[in-house]
Every structure is written in C-alpha cells, then in structure tokens.
C-alpha cells in the first residue's frame, strides 16, 4: 500500500535499544495494545548488556506483528541507530520509538489520520505525560516542561515552524512520525544535531511539520535517559554556576552546523525561505563571539536587541539575560 491509495496508510515503528531491559516489556505491551496496530517494526540494537538483546530477539519471535531486529556489533550511539533502524522500515509513516517510555493506547491511530487527512504533513509531534521511573506521573506535560509558548504554538500550526526551529527544538522523537519520503532529504543524519530535531527542520524547509497538543505517551524520566527534560525548579542558580561561556561554546557547535544544513538544503531547492540566512548568521556569530568586557559585552548586545534579532533567532530577553552574565 502507497501514498495516494485509498487504503490507509501503513505505519511502521522504529525502536531502539540500549541497556533497557528494565522498562522494555511495558513498552513492547503498549505497542500491541494499540487501537491501529502498527504494519511493521523494527528494532535495533546498540550493543545491550543487560540482556535487552536477547529479550527482543524472543519477543519478535512470538509478536503477532511482523517484527525484524538487529545489533550493532560496535556501539555507535544513539544518532546513527536510530538513522539505521529507520531505513529499514518500508511503510509510508515512521514512529521514532524510545526503549523506556509507553505508548497510549491511540497513538498510532491518532497521528496516522492526521497524515491521511493532510498530504502536505510531513511530521507530526505532540504532547506527552512526564512520568518517574516507575511510570507515576510527574503532574506536568511535556509541552509544559518545554516551555512552549502560545506564540510558538501558532507558529508551527500556521506553517511557519523553521523559524521556531532555528531558535530551538520543540520535537521530542519520542512522540513523533514522518513520511518515509522525508528520509529522501534527510540522511544522512549530520552527528552533531539530534535526529529528531533535524528530522523536524527538513519537514519545516520541504513542506510541513505540525503538531498535536494530546499526549500520546508516558514520557519516562529516569537517571538513565540518553535524553530528558530538566524539571529542576532552580534554573537561575543553574544558569549562574555554570561555566562562564559554556553554553555558547555548545550554542555556536549548533547553530554552526544548523545554517550549514539549511544551506545544503536551500542548494536542493528545498528551503522554504533561504532569505533568513544572513541575518541569522550575523546573530550566530555576534552570540559566539562575546566580548568580555562587562561594559563592552552589555553595549554590544543592546546594540544586537535593538537590531531584533535577539527575538527572531534566539528566546528573546531570556537570551539576553544569558548573554549578559555570559553564562
């Protein structure tokens, strides 16, 4: 079954693995016990030591669904498991699939018939409930723990996301879809973004990315997340101990490689507005480059606020306060 039947499209789940034996067998339960089962998945290893490996390979042996798994004889990361498991999936949506969270029951069902009644969609993210290790919730949603604003939300629902995205990554893989054909565009994944992120900003440049304010899983936070949402309540403090210039040190590593994708993909005729680019470049590098005199540091990015680009390409006065501390 392809695009453009009239049959429903198939759904396919990506699932990776890594040392999470302990919460697999929850997450494998809730991908049965969906409303819309998915078509196929597959599962892919990262060199488990903990016994994951041979759990999925008995699993898939008396899954009721079609299931194929695999190992990396080497550890390669998250990243590049993810961009392997992937490209061995053949139906017309893909599930990116965490080793440690559940699914809701209308997962599957939910996100796929957005994409049947939109053709133009080409990712879809939503909502989660952050739950503890032992899946009790933690009385806060994922949007929430992100931060996302009204305005954000209005943005990535009207069309226009990559300007979002260019600030930061509102998409958690974890909840996320795509079509296959973005896969086109995508790979390979550059290692030093996030493959859910980058998985967003192709769809945002190529066509579109939205979003669905519904949980659609319990998003597991635990000490052993490769990636998770910091809950703490004290921020400020954190952001004053840091050390100075650490975090601009990681913000130019990404925006740097940000603009030079987004220049590959402009150079495919797939950016939707390659015009930003300049600006947004002036604004990475002033941000980079701080001077470190207080007095001169303080000029200078008032002089930057004035010119706007603090509220286009960065969290507006959040991103001042940071750079004014240089923290």
């Given at each position: 079954?392809k695009?453009?039947d009239?049959?429903?499209?198939?759904?396919?789940?990506?699932?990776?693995?890594?040392?999470?034996r302990?919460?697999?067998?929850?997450?494998?339960?809730s991908?049965?016990a969906?409303?819309?089962r998915?078509d196929?998945?597959v599962i892919y290893?990262d060199?488990?030591?903990?016994?994951?490996?041979?759990?999925?390979?008995?699993?898939?042996?008396?899954?009721?669904?079609p299931?194929?798994?695999?190992?990396?004889?080497?550890?390669?990361?998250?990243?590049?498991?993810?961009e392997?498991?992937v490209?061995?999936?053949d139906?017309?949506?893909?599930?990116?699939?965490?080793?440690?969270?559940?699914?809701?029951?209308?997962?599957?069902?939910?996100?796929?018939?957005e994409?049947?009644?939109?053709?133009?969609?080409?990712?879809l993210?939503?909502?989660?409930?952050l739950v503890n290790?032992?899946?009790?919730?933690?009385?806060?949603?994922?949007?929430?723990?992100?931060?996302?604003?009204?305005?954000?939300?209005?943005?990535?629902l009207?069309?226009?996301?990559?300007?979002?995205?260019?600030r930061r990554?509102?998409?958690?893989?974890?909840?996320a879809a795509?079509?296959?054909?973005?896969?086109?565009?995508a790979?390979p994944?550059?290692?030093?973004?996030?493959?859910?992120?980058w998985?967003?900003?192709?769809?945002?440049?190529h066509?579109?990315?939205?979003?669905?304010?519904a949980?659609?899983?319990l998003?597991?936070?635990?000490?052993?997340?490769?990636?998770?949402?910091?809950?703490?309540?004290w921020?400020?403090?954190?952001?004053?101990?840091?050390p100075?210039?650490q975090?601009?040190?990681?913000?130019?590593?990404?925006?740097?490689?940000?603009?030079?994708?987004l220049t590959?993909?402009?150079a495919?005729?797939?950016?939707?507005?390659?015009?930003?680019?300049?600006?947004?470049?002036k604004?990475?590098?002033?941000?980079?480059?701080?001077?470190?005199?207080?007095l001169k540091?303080?000029?200078?990015?008032?002089?930057?606020w004035?010119?706007g680009?603090?509220?286009?390409?960065?969290n507006g006065?959040?991103?001042?306060?940071?750079d004014?501390v240089?923290r």
């Amino acid at each position: 079954m392809k695009q453009g039947d009239e049959d429903k499209l198939t759904c396919g789940v990506a699932l990776c693995t890594y040392n999470g034996r302990a919460y697999l067998a929850e997450q494998l339960a809730s991908l049965l016990a969906q409303e819309r089962r998915p078509d196929q998945v597959v599962i892919y290893d990262d060199g488990s030591a903990d016994g994951s490996w041979e759990f999925v390979q008995e699993w898939a042996q008396e899954a009721p669904l079609p299931v194929t798994v695999h190992r990396h004889p080497e550890r390669v990361g998250y990243i590049k498991n993810f961009e392997a498991a992937v490209q061995l999936l053949d139906t017309d949506l893909i599930f990116l699939c965490d080793q440690d969270d559940i699914w809701l029951p209308n997962k599957i069902a939910l996100m796929a018939n957005e994409f049947e009644k939109h053709p133009d969609l080409f990712l879809l993210h939503t909502n989660a409930k952050l739950v503890n290790a032992a899946a009790q919730d933690l009385g806060v949603s994922l949007f929430e723990a992100l931060r996302l604003s009204e305005s954000e939300r209005q943005a990535v629902l009207a069309g226009n996301a990559l300007e979002i995205l260019c600030r930061r990554n509102l998409v958690t893989g974890a909840t996320a879809a795509f079509r296959r054909r973005l896969l086109d565009i995508a790979l390979p994944f550059p290692a030093s973004l996030v493959h859910d992120e980058w998985l967003a900003i192709v769809a945002a440049a190529h066509g579109r990315m939205s979003l669905l304010d519904a949980p659609t899983i319990l998003y597991r936070q635990h000490a052993n997340n490769a990636l998770g949402m910091p809950l703490s309540k004290w921020r400020i403090w954190a952001l004053l101990s840091a050390p100075p210039g650490q975090f601009h040190k990681r913000y130019a590593a990404r925006q740097g490689e940000l603009m030079k994708q987004l220049t590959k993909l402009s150079a495919m005729n797939a950016a939707k507005a390659p015009s930003f680019l300049p600006e947004m470049k002036k604004h990475v590098e002033f941000r980079s480059n701080l001077p470190s005199g207080n007095l001169k540091r303080i000029a200078s990015i008032f002089s930057e606020w004035k010119s706007g680009r603090y509220h286009v390409f960065s969290n507006g006065i959040r991103s001042v306060a940071r750079d004014i501390v240089n923290r």
